[in-house]
């Protein structure tokens, strides 16, 4: 950024008072010794606001932004500044009539990706309000609308429904804005922002409380701080299908590892049920430190240097639940790693209010990222002690068979094998998936691509217990030239070699969806 120059009333008063040139002089051509004749210093500012100075400049723009387009800055915003809040609005409030405009004068050739991202999450957003509505009626879990409006968002592929929405009425990408766009001023003034979030998150929170969901107390604070929160590719368990109204695809306390940062409260709508506080947070140092690449897409191949830290906490208190089955649990891990090659290690107890141990885990794994044609490799083994210490294998790998012009194919699976000590039988999971794509050529112009993807898992409720139930999952999605995306999850128990089902709780359940795309705005 080129230095910014400011003029004081006082320098004034002295160049005033210099004397006049001689006549013979008056006219003659002078040198300019102390700026560049390239460029010219903002305009002196007489009476600019004590607290906020602002400086408009030409952005170097890309293929997706139209050029010449003015976007401001704060040339001076200090720590704890109260213009702060102001600043991150304005252009969202303000401004937006004239992205109107403009959005509305352009055909569909002059739509820019970021556009059609816009447009396209605003439609599918309103499918997932559809179909939220039908699996409210039509599913058999009969879940609440929250749960319907995340199994819809799993669905299509699309979250953060109502921020679409919002982010068409503003014509901006809020989650991008929050995410990307302000981070430096949210280094830059943290203690403003937290107060001013925490207003806004107040407002979201009891909203969740109107609509008796679960309180969720960081979602602004989440998105804010995602781009230093969210984990990094190839953290988590791979080929993991979630089944979310029903409470048996995630019944194990330790089966997911936490990525970015939240504080929810749940339990308050059921008198019967104990209150639950989950505390998560997790911190990408790499992406702190700007280590991934800007180009879009590139990040999903970085194989440098990473750590990310993370931890853990739930609750459990009062209810009409006993004592003994009440949860505190808590979970710390490291992932890290350069030039492709990772290694996380992570543990936790799960103990009981009378400071009884229920459990004790640990999980250590090697992970290979990106290199040649193997997208992911991971080996990994587990420890739980509960009445009895027990052992788990597992391992996974994704490779891509084919990358031509116009085809592509991944192919992936993972399995894993429970160990118990002595002569006891043993139990084991497996998983797979496979996605398939086809770039249709245009002449030069963007090319429309179909594809399929296949994914499946069969796994125990519990990890650790080879007398649990048994989870069978199937998602496949269709797309249909950009155009149309098809959906399909079909999720069904078994009582495995226990035998007990929950008869509140269906034992199989079938999802459907049909949502257009962005392709419809280049077609």
């Known amino acids: 950024m080129m230095p910014t120059f400011t003029t004081t009333a006082k320098a004034e008063a002295v160049d005033s008072a210099k004397p006049a040139p001689p006549a013979s002089l008056a006219h003659a051509p002078t040198a300019d010794v102390t700026t560049t004749p390239l460029w010219a210093p903002p305009a002196p500012i007489l009476a600019a606001p004590p607290l906020l100075m602002r400086q408009e400049k030409e952005t170097a ?31 969202l409030i303000l401004d937006f009539p004239d992205r109107w405009e403009s959005m509305a004068k352009k055909g569909k050739k002059e739509l820019t990706k970021d556009d059609r991202a816009l447009l396209s999450n605003m439609q599918v957003s309103l499918f997932n309000l559809i179909h939220a509505a039908i699996l409210t009626d039509l599913s058999s879990y009969k879940p609440e609308w929250g749960q319907s ?9 699309v979250g953060n429904t109502y921020l679409n929405l ?6 901006r990408d809020l989650e991008k804005y929050i995410s ?33 969901e679960e309180l969720d107390f960081t979602s602004v604070l989440g998105l804010a701080t995602k781009k230093w929160t969210a984990a990094p590719e190839g953290f988590g368990r791979p080929f993991q299908i979630g ?30 049920q104990p209150y639950a506080l989950d505390l998560k ?17 590139e990040k999903d191949k970085y194989t440098g240097f990473e750590l990310y830290p993370y931890f853990s906490v739930h609750h459990q ?21 350069d030039k492709g090659f990772y290694t996380l290690i992570e543990g936790g107890y799960d103990t009981r209010p009378d400071e009884r141990v229920a459990e004790t885990y640990m999980r250590q794994a090697l992970m290979l990222r990106n290199i040649g044609p193997l997208n992911l490799f991971q080996f990994s083994h587990e420890y739980s002690d509960r009445e009895q210490l027990r052992t788990r294998l597992n391992a996974a790998t994704e490779v891509e068979l084919l990358d031509l012009d116009e085809w592509k194919l991944t192919v992936g699976a993972a399995a894993g094998v429970l ?9 084991w999971d497996a998983a797979a998936s496979a996605s398939l794509s086809y770039e249709h050529d245009r002449g030069g112009e963007e090319p429309f691509t179909s594809s399929l993807s296949l994914g499946t898992t069969w796994r125990p409720e519990d990890p650790f217990d080879p007398e649990s139930a048994r989870l069978f999952s199937f998602s496949g999605r269709l797309n249909v030239l950009d155009l149309l995306m098809l959906s399909a999850e079909y999720h069904q128990i078994d009582p495995g070699p226990g035998g007990q089902l929950d008869p509140n709780l269906p034992t199989e359940d079938l999802r459907l969806m049909l949502s257009p795309r962005e392709g419809l705005f280049r077609w």
């Open 61 to 91: 723009t890309t293929g997706e932004e139209s050029k010449g387009e003015k976007v401001e800055e704060a040339a001076d915003i200090g720590f704890g500044s109260a213009a702060v809040p102001w600043y991150l609005i304005r252009p």
């Open 149 to 157: 409006l995340k199994m819809a968002e799993n669905l299509s592929g």
């Open 166 to 171: 919002a982010s068409f009425v503003l014509m």
């Open 180 to 212: 990307e766009d302000v981070s430096d001023e949210i280094t830059r003034n943290l203690g403003w922002l937290i107060i001013y979030g925490l207003l806004v998150q107040g407002g979201l929170t009891g909203l969740n409380a109107a609509l008796e």
């Open 243 to 272: 089944n979310v109204p029903d409470p048996r695809w995630s019944s194990y306390n330790f089966a997911s590892s936490p990525t970015g940062v939240s504080a929810k409260l749940g339990g308050y709508q059921d008198p019967s």
């Open 281 to 297: 947070l997790g911190l990408n140092i790499a992406s702190l430190a700007d280590l991934y690449p800007k180009e879009a897409g």
């Open 317 to 337: 208190w009062g209810g009409s639940v006993a004592e003994e089955e009440l949860d505190r649990r808590w979970l710390v891990g490291t992932f890290i790693g």
């Open 419 to 427: 160990l118990p000590p002595g002569a006891a039988g043993a139990t």
